[in-house]
């Protein structure tokens, strides 16, 4: 087994359905080359699959996604070397769960007769494998019943079958071979479907079937670029969903994104769930429940297990979890939080509770006792900006949550996260040419790592910050050297050895743009939030409305593409789902249906001009609101008994 750099995908027409995938090129063919392949559970089940026809692979014509699931081709094949037309037009349709159709029909006036013949091959590598740069040689095939067959030494074993069954199947070659007579106007058709036989005591993750556990809104807005990105995000996220858990089979998660990280992670999940909870509250009491049905139980350093921390990799069968991603325990609090707000069922919420104090326990453990005291990344590591903002914000859900169910701790837990705040705004606060802003993180000595970043996103939402602070931070990410045109960029352009393609800060996370967005519009900073929103519009036809996990931080220019970067997720959850929150903040809407009101009140008028939700879900019905092109929002549709202020 050979090793390489870590292949890339961003040119490549990527098709989900978790935890199926299929990757290719332009033309169709498989040909193994790089993360090139079909996938099932993180596994390459077949890396070669190279259409020939009459021996002469077929001319490309087109590629394009059709679906999030699925891929469209089309080709020819001329058989008359003076006639410029096609003698066969090819229509090749891919699917991620690992189905290919393939009609040939013969667009010419005479009998066709030639051989349709498929070279198959696998490696079966693991997708983290390949991600790692190993390049295995391909698997002996065997003949197997209507195909082809491949083991690897671990066990695991796929099958290759087609429909009608070849009139040859060559192991030696990988081949599957038809004879084919074609009259003019006619078609033939072959089917082919691989599958990858289960490893006795390896369950991976299911598909998801069924409808998606949240509502279908309706978006109409007088820039169209609004309603594609949301309609192409969340048939995106759709595509995403597993099943990790068979025996919760109505709790499915996202994978975080493809082709990288095809597989549910705990602080991806609970970003999305937070993201759509304006389409009602199921998919998050479900991403609340399987989560705190793996909550740590122990303290295990290795792994980062604690009692009451929510995991981030879940882990398969016979493997452990993973707990070392800081900040998935408060997102967890606070995902609880606002659901609650959205109008979470009473008994949902009641069965959570339990999990609610044990992950409280652990956010006063990592926090510490004394006033400035912060959260860090390990006993000896640095504190970041946005866990402190998370943190904040997590034990002020908290402290409601407690009060709303008659538990005790909520008085405390209110002082700790204010003695939290007026600590985080002297320690954290700075200042440069640019102005004032707050530092990416401390160090571990407790000095500030003077960095202006994409961390300040996390502010303004999180309540974290007074109204002082809020104004220095819309000023500082609408600045040029972190606006760049096309969303906010990771660190300051102004800082030395600032490369737009450099992922750990360079780039533009449209996650990171939508969170700052929806802080700003919440803080009344319409203005700003208005300005970073715009930059991910016009980034977004570039990439059809398919926002990749980060694009390069370029200034943006008239004429000039966004560039993906190479080693980006494309679909990614957090990208798909980040429009909507920017929307909600953009009409004022803030439940709180434990209170029986939905406060509604825009900020003022909007670029987008004119901009209808309909069919949210507040309280478990249907909620409406418009927002015209005066800045005044008209609610059209909510549930009975709900109070609006507008």
């Given at each position: 087994m050979s090793t390489t750099p870590h292949p890339v995908a961003h040119d490549a027409l990527v098709c989900v359905d978790a935890p199926g995938m299929a990757i290719s090129g332009l033309d169709g063919q498989l040909r193994g080359h790089g993360v090139q392949g079909i996938y099932h559970d993180?596994?390459?089940?077949?890396?070669?699959?190279?259409?020939?026809?009459?021996?002469?692979?077929?001319?490309?014509?087109?590629?394009?996604?059709?679906?999030?699931?699925?891929?469209?081709?089309?080709?020819?094949?001329?058989?008359?070397?003076?006639?410029?037309?096609?003698?066969?037009?090819?229509?090749?349709?891919?699917?991620?769960?690992g189905r290919e159709r393939l009609v040939l029909r013969n667009t010419g006036r005479r009998v066709l007769r030639f051989s349709v013949e498929l070279a198959l091959g696998t490696d079966l590598i693991p997708l983290d494998a390949l991600r790692?740069?190993?390049?295995?040689?391909?698997?002996?095939?065997?003949?197997?019943?209507?195909?082809?067959?491949?083991?690897?030494?671990?066990?695991?074993?796929?099958?290759?079958?087609?429909?009608?069954?070849?009139?040859?199947?060559?192991?030696?070659?990988?081949?599957?071979?038809?004879?084919?007579?074609?009259?003019?106007?006619?078609?033939?058709?072959?089917?082919?479907?691989?599958?990858?036989?289960?490893?006795?005591?390896?369950?991976?993750?299911?598909?998801?079937?069924?409808?998606?556990?949240?509502?279908?809104?309706?978006?109409?807005?007088?820039?169209?670029?609004?309603?594609?990105?949301?309609?192409q995000g969340l048939r995106d996220l759709r595509a995403l969903l597993a099943v990790p858990d068979p025996d919760l089979p109505t709790a499915p998660l996202p994978a975080a994104g493809a082709p990288w990280q095809l597989a549910p992670t705990g602080r991806d999940a609970l970003w999305t769930a937070r993201m759509l909870l304006p389409l009602g509250t199921r998919f998050a009491s479900g991403v609340l429940r399987l989560l705190a049905a793996r909550q740590g139980v122990r303290a295990q350093p290795r792994g980062?297990?604690?009692?009451?921390?929510?995991?981030?990799?879940?882990?398969?069968?016979?493997?452990?979890?993973?707990?070392?991603?800081?900040?998935?325990?408060?997102?967890?609090?606070?995902?609880?939080?606002?659901?609650?707000?959205?109008?979470?069922?009473?008994?949902?919420?009641?069965?959570?509770?339990?999990?609610?104090?044990?992950?409280?326990?652990?956010l006063s453990r990592t926090l510490g006792e004394r006033p400035g005291d912060f959260v860090r990344l390990g006993p000896e590591g640095p504190a970041p900006c946005e866990l402190q903002a998370q943190t904040y914000e997590a034990a002020r859900h908290g402290a409601a949550l407690l009060d709303a169910h008659g538990l005790p701790g909520a008085g405390a837990l209110r002082e700790r996260a204010e003695q939290l705040g007026v600590a985080f705004r002297r320690a954290f606060r700075a200042e440069d040419a640019a102005g004032e802003y707050?530092?990416?993180?401390?160090?571990?000595?407790?000095?500030?790592?003077?960095?202006?970043?994409?961390?300040?996103?996390?502010?303004?939402?999180?309540?974290?910050?007074?109204?002082?602070?809020n104004r220095a931070v819309a000023r500082r990410l609408t600045a040029p050297d972190l606006d760049c045109g096309w969303g906010l960029r990771g660190t300051s352009a102004r800082m030395p050895g600032y490369h737009?393609?450099?992922?750990?800060?360079?780039?533009?996370?449209?996650?990171?743009?939508?969170?700052?967005?929806?802080?700003?519009?919440?803080?009344?900073?319409?203005?700003?939030?208005?300005?970073?929103?715009?930059?991910?519009?016009?980034?977004?036809?570039?990439?059809?409305?398919?926002?990749?996990?980060m694009h390069a931080g370029e200034q943006r220019a008239e004429g000039h593409a966004p560039v993906a970067h190479p080693l980006a997720c494309r679909p990614f959850a957090r990208a798909a789902g980040a429009i909507l929150p920017v929307l909600v903040a953009f009409a004022g809407i803030l439940p709180d249906v434990p209170a029986g009101r939905v406060t509604v009140r825009p900020a003022g008028p909007l670029d987008i001009g004119e901009l209808e939700l309909r069919d949210l879900c507040v309280a478990g019905e249907?909620?409406?609101?418009?927002?015209?092109?005066?800045?005044?929002?008209?609610?059209?549709?909510?549930?009975?008994?709900?109070?609006?202020?507008?």
């Open positions: 993180g596994r390459r089940t077949l890396s070669r699959v190279v259409l020939t026809i009459g021996g002469t692979e077929p001319e490309p014509l087109s590629g394009h996604v059709v679906a999030a699931d699925t891929v469209r081709y089309l080709a020819m094949r001329r058989f008359a070397a003076d006639s410029p037309d096609p003698g066969l037009v090819i229509e090749r349709t891919r699917h991620a769960a790692a740069g190993h390049r295995p040689t391909e698997l002996p095939a065997r003949v197997a019943a209507a195909g082809l067959g491949w083991s690897a030494p671990d066990g695991t074993s796929v099958r290759a079958s087609a429909e009608p069954a070849p009139d040859t199947a060559l192991a030696a070659t990988a081949t599957l071979r038809w004879d084919v007579d074609l009259e003019p106007a006619r078609s033939w058709a072959v089917e082919l479907r691989v599958a990858a036989d289960p490893v006795p005591g390896r369950p991976g993750p299911r598909a998801f079937s069924g409808r998606p556990p949240w509502t279908q809104p309706r978006v109409r807005c007088d820039d169209v670029r609004v309603a594609a990105w949301l309609d980062g297990e604690d009692p009451g921390r929510i995991p981030h990799t879940l882990g398969r069968a016979g493997e452990p979890a993973r707990y070392d991603c800081a900040g998935s325990t408060a997102l967890f609090v606070t995902l609880f939080g606002e659901a609650w707000r959205w109008g979470l069922p009473a008994a949902e919420a009641g069965a959570l509770l339990p999990a609610l104090g044990r992950a409280l326990g652990h707050y530092a990416a993180a401390l160090d571990p000595a407790g000095r500030p790592i003077t960095v202006a970043s994409s961390a300040m996103a996390h502010l303004p939402g999180s309540g974290i910050l007074d109204d002082t602070g737009p393609l450099a992922a750990r800060g360079g780039v533009v996370r449209a996650h990171d743009t939508c969170v700052a967005a929806a802080g700003l519009a919440d803080a009344g900073h319409l203005d700003a939030a208005q300005q970073l929103f715009a930059g991910l519009l016009h980034a977004a036809p570039w990439f059809q409305y398919r926002l990749p996990e249907p909620f409406t609101v418009r927002v015209n092109r005066a800045g005044q929002a008209i609610v059209e549709a909510a549930a009975e008994g709900i109070r609006l202020a507008i």
